[in-house]
């Protein structure tokens, strides 16, 4: 994926990679499963990353101008879209701009 639009109108840049908008969420069990491996040696750089990959991690994409988190879902078929979230302070207010940018 080479450019994100997020709903604001924020074209987000990810060709550098990792890019600084990016970010993973883990499940807590595979974390501690991986962080076991890798303790003992069982785990190497390159399984811990795959793991992450293919056992329930999930892209997440933070627009730096509204602050609304993407998060990735997998699709049938192997291909991911991503649900938008926005903090529900900013939604109750009628605001999707974190309090430094909306003052």
């Known amino acids: 994926m080479a450019k994100f639009s997020c709903h604001c109108g924020y074209v987000i840049d ?3 990679s990792p890019a600084k908008e990016e970010f ?3 499940p807590e069990r595979l974390l501690e499963s ?3 491996g890798i303790a ?3 785990v190497t750089e390159s399984v811990f990353f795959d793991s992450i990959r293919d056992q329930g991690g999930r892209a997440v ?3 730096p101008n509204c ?3 993407w998060v990735q879902n997998a699709l049938d078929g192997g291909s991911f879209n991503y649900a938008p979230f ?3 302070a900013d939604v109750i207010n009628g605001t999707y ?3 430094d940018v909306a003052e």
Do not use: H, K, M, N
Request: proline share 8%; net charge negative.
């Open 97 to 99: 701009f974190p309090p």
């Open 67 to 69: 602050a609304r988190l």
């Open 40 to 42: 003992d040696g069982t």
């Open 61 to 63: 994409i933070e627009c």
């Open 86 to 88: 926005v903090r529900e």
């Open 34 to 36: 991986l962080w076991s």
């Open 24 to 26: 993973q969420l883990i």
């Open 14 to 16: 990810l060709v550098e």
